[in-house]
């Protein structure tokens, strides 16, 4: 997708509303085939990143040296809108897209969707409450709370619906 180098670390990166460019050190830029619709760094790895596309998800750990796509197993949508890296295990990714949530395990290399049961499965965006270890979605149809559980056990977590109404009164 693009490319950094070690010695000098990451090169000057942009993203645009359709594609992503890279200006390399000779003044040339190099364009993404795939729309990104986000970018995350890898907490514990700075020269980790992953870029959300509507082709599934790519990542660099050497700064951008190199590129791979992560594996699709398991994920049933491969528009992803909104990625966030585990702030708890740096082996775990989760993604927001339009059939749901869905983490990613560096372990197993294949996706779980979190819960089926959220109303509203288009996903626009995600956080993480640390405190609570919980990850909320924010869908056309509110707010979910999604309860981590342990990566791969298979009980569904519990979701708290919230609407614009629960939070504005």
């Known amino acids: 997708v693009f490319k950094g180098t070690k010695e000098e670390g990451w090169e000057r990166i942009f993203v645009t509303g359709s594609e992503l460019a890279e200006s390399a050190a000779n003044g040339e830029t190099f364009t993404s085939p795939e729309l990104v619709t986000g970018i995350a760094f890898n907490p514990e790895n700075p ?75 288009n996903v626009r965006s995600l956080a993480l409450n640390r405190r609570e270890n919980s990850l909320w979605a924010a869908t056309k149809g509110g707010m979910f709370r999604i309860a981590l559980t342990i990566p791969g056990e298979l009980a569904k977590p519990s979701t708290v619906q919230m609407d614009a109404k629960n939070i504005l009164d």
Do not use: H
């Open 47 to 121: 020269q980790s990143l992953y870029l959300a596309t509507y082709n599934g998800v790519f990542v660099t750990y050497d700064a951008g040296s190199s590129w791979n796509k992560l594996s699709a197993a398991g994920l049933t949508a491969r528009n992803i809108r909104f990625i966030l890296p585990s702030s708890r295990d740096p082996r775990l990714l989760y993604a927001a897209t339009d059939r749901g949530v869905f983490e990613f395990s560096r372990p197993s290399n294949q996706w779980r969707e979190l819960y089926q049961g959220i109303t509203s499965r």
